[in-house]
């Protein structure tokens, strides 16, 4: 008897132990599956600034470029905070109420940021110097354009946002007609064998930008020979007179008019040009100055709406 009944005191604590082990194993598997989760539901973006971890699908989403405004807007994806001022006009439904005013591209106002409690911040070259602010309060995405490889920078952001917000597909579809634009543009431009200028117009003075600079990817990727390959690199161009512009003579020049995009009512960039001197060049005889619309070029590159507008906006010089 016992025996027996030692038996049985052994056998109840032994189911007692892997009762206990059971639900051990049970509460780990069911924190492996969460951690798991968890890790499912967020993305991690290496870039120039560092790293941010993001939710997958953020809500609450305050973006301080305008190339990457636009392309949200693409994507039929809602933000909550948008700088109001200079919103280029083919975005200016963000200028409304529905959306917190944020400050200005240059001048954030952080304090309205903060009360949004973002889930992520989209931020480019205008607001770089003030990474660590933004990232204090949100995880920030920097999103800028690398001009020295436009093409291949533009398509790694736009990929970069179809992960986050699950648009994987409708990016690559986006890409693949900007793609299309791109390979008809530069076989028109090879076929013309015509050099080309690219200045910034802006308060009577003008600036240069060849290859490889901020509006370079006319030569880079679009395929125009530039009128001058030794311009210096530089985001604000390379101050030049309108004698250089005659010396250089090219035979197509795009002008983007900086006053248009950042004044209402700014005396139009023609006003300046079109002077007697550079009315002696060969394109202003073959009637070859292209006036780009400066919301894209200016404000808002960079983004799945901008680059196929800013495509179709070279495409006159034909």
């Known amino acids: 008897m016992k025996k027996w009944s030692l038996f049985m005191m052994l056998f109840v604590m032994a189911v007692v132990v892997a009762a206990c082990g059971s639900k051990e194993e049970s509460q780990s598997g069911a924190q492996e599956k969460n951690d798991t989760k ?17 939710k997958k699908n953020p809500q609450k989403i305050v973006v301080f ?10 994507l039929g994806i809602k933000v909550t905070g948008v700088p109001q001022v ?15 005013n944020v400050g200005s591209l240059k001048e954030p106002d952080f304090e309205a940021i903060h009360e949004l409690q973002p889930d992520v911040i989209f931020i480019s070259g205008r607001q770089a110097e003030l990474y660590d602010q933004f990232a204090e309060i949100a995880p920030t995405v920097f999103m800028g354009v690398d001009t020295n490889r436009y093409l291949e920078s533009f398509e790694e952001n736009m990929n970069t946002i179809g992960k986050i917000f699950g648009k994987e597909d409708q990016v690559k579809a986006e890409l693949e007609e900007v793609d299309n634009q791109i390979t008809g543009v530069k076989e028109k431009a090879e076929s013309m064998d015509k050099k080309a200028l690219v200045v910034l117009a802006n308060e009577g ?17 679009l395929g125009f020979k530039a009128a001058d390959e030794n311009i210096e690199i530089s985001t604000h161009g390379q101050g030049i007179s309108f004698e250089y512009i005659l010396e250089t003579n090219p035979d197509i020049l795009f002008v983007i008019d900086r006053n248009a995009a950042i004044e209402e009512d700014a005396e ?5 040009i079109e002077n ?11 009637g070859k100055i292209i006036y780009l619309d400066a919301d894209y070029w200016y404000l808002s590159g960079g983004g799945l709406q901008s680059i196929k507008e800013m ?8």
């Open 311 to 318: 495509i179709k906006g070279v495409e006159k010089a034909y």
């Open 65 to 74: 470029d305008f190339g990457v405004l636009d392309t949200l807007d693409e």
């Open 38 to 54: 968890k890790q499912a539901e967020e993305i991690t973006i290496n870039h120039e600034y560092g790293k941010a971890t993001v």
């Open 86 to 100: 200079n919103i280029p006009a083919y975005l200016e439904k963000y200028a409304g109420d529905e959306y917190t």
């Open 205 to 221: 003075k003008v600036s240069a930008f060849g290859p490889k600079s901020r509006f370079g990817w006319i030569h880079d990727v």
């Open 276 to 286: 007697d001197l550079v009315k002696k060049t060969t394109a202003y005889k073959d």
């Open 268 to 272: 139009p960039a023609k006003e300046t």
